[in-house]
């Protein structure tokens, strides 16, 4: 099990996947990932099963949490209860976020 990680290596490894999303680590009490959203983009989540942390690495959107929105930009950390409706949107910089899910996301 790799224990340290570089968001540059993942988001390589990302990219060469041709996806949105990339899930670098995952053990039964919670699982991580990189996602990433370019500017003008659309975020095609759907609620969760798990409770969620969001980190905002890089970028500025709008993100909305059920019927609450805020402005999330670098440093902006999100909590997102199991089964809430969620998504970024007005996606003004590429957005580049760290996801945590416990327990681990079922696929």
């Known amino acids: 099990m790799a224990h340290f990680f570089h968001l540059d290596d993942l988001n390589r490894q ?31 989540q759907k609620p969760h099963r798990e409770d969620e942390m969001y980190y905002v690495v890089r970028g500025h959107a709008r993100m909305q949490i059920g019927s609450e929105h805020a402005d999330v930009r670098a440093g902006s950390v999100i909590f997102v209860e199991a089964e809430a409706e969620h998504r970024f949107y007005d996606i003004a910089e590429k957005l580049e976020i760290l996801v945590f899910f416990a327990p681990a996301e079922t696929e």
């Open 14 to 44: 990302r990219a060469e996947k041709g996806k949105l999303y990339l899930e670098f680590l995952r053990i039964p009490a919670m699982s991580a990932g990189v996602y990433v959203l370019p500017k003008g983009g659309i975020d095609p």
